[in-house]
């Protein structure tokens, strides 16, 4: 994931940015009556590929990801629209921790 954000992580202005680069973000796609979302298909194929292994492997293992799939399931949920929240969410996260991250070593960099 530290190769998406390259050298400069402040080049990524937002999460929705980092979102929609590796293809996590949710766009609408209703017709009708119904109301759905599908994920974007641009972005940064590996770092899709890499986030939808670490959902694959949330859902077995993390509890509170496991809370989440049942929760959501009995909203009627399928298991596609529940592993797009969760991609989306992990993106989330992973934007909030590389970006901390890296406000913690300019702080030190200013520092010393």
Do not use: W
């Not at 530290?2 to 992580?9: E, T, Y």
């Not at 929705?16 to 209703?30: Q, R």
């Not at 759905?36 to 194929?45: C, E, N, P, T």
């Amino acid at each position: 994931m530290l190769i998406v954000f390259g050298d400069n992580p402040e080049r990524i202005h937002s999460e929705a940015a980092f979102a929609k680069l590796c293809g996590v973000c949710p766009i609408p796609a209703s017709s009708g009556l119904t109301n759905k979302h599908r994920l974007y298909r641009g972005g940064h194929r590996q770092a899709n590929a890499a986030i939808y292994r670490a959902i694959v492997v949330r859902m077995q293992y993390h509890a509170p990801t496991i809370a989440y799939m049942s929760r959501r399931t009995e909203e009627g949920l399928t298991k596609k629209d529940i592993i797009r929240c969760l991609k989306r969410h992990l993106a989330r996260e992973i934007f909030q921790r590389v970006m901390a991250d890296h406000r913690a070593r300019l702080s030190i960099a200013k520092a010393a």
